[in-house]
């Protein structure tokens, strides 16, 4: 069986439970009954597992689970959601000619505008002009424009 395909458009929620599945897989069953391997048709990654074996059994459970509640390891998601966020931030800030001395506090300052980042496989993108960036973020610290 082959599940949880991983590749350069996929959304950080299938990012996220691939590697999650992954590692648990590496800790629960580090035999060679599983593998991770690439698919030319589908231009990704899959898990692999033999039928019948432990972690085939491990493979179901998790889609079970996913069913239920699709993120599989909460914290894993947000610490790649919010990397991924502050990365089209910096996007922004190199094409706008914006100074961002600390892009967690430049991210505060954007969810405090009510500037939506939002996820565009295969990243993300802050949903307002360059201009609008700018000049938010050099409102909210007109010291960054000395550096």
């Not at 082959?2 to 691939?18: F, K, M, Q, W």
């Not at 692999?48 to 894993?76: C, S, W």
């Not at 961002?100 to 500037?115: E, Q, R």
Request: hydrophobic letters at 35%; one cysteine or more.
């Amino acid at each position: 069986m082959r599940a949880y395909p991983r590749g350069d458009y996929s959304s950080t929620l299938e990012i996220s439970n691939h590697i999650f599945v992954e590692r648990e897989l590496l800790k629960r069953h580090p035999g060679t009954d599983w593998s991770v391997d690439w698919c030319k048709e589908s231009v990704c990654w899959w898990i692999v597992a033999d039928e019948g074996t432990e972690a085939e059994k491990f493979i179901l459970q998790m889609q079970k689970a996913e069913r239920d509640y699709p993120v599989l390891n909460e914290q894993h998601y947000s610490d790649l959601q919010y990397g991924e966020m502050l990365k089209a931030m910096r996007r922004k800030a190199e094409r706008s000619g914006t100074i961002v001395i600390s892009y967690d506090d430049a991210y505060d300052c954007l969810f405090d505008s009510a500037i939506e980042i939002v996820e565009e496989p295969p990243h993300y993108t802050v949903l307002c002009s360059d201009e609008v960036f700018r000049e938010t973020i050099e409102s909210a610290f007109p010291n960054w424009k000395d550096y």
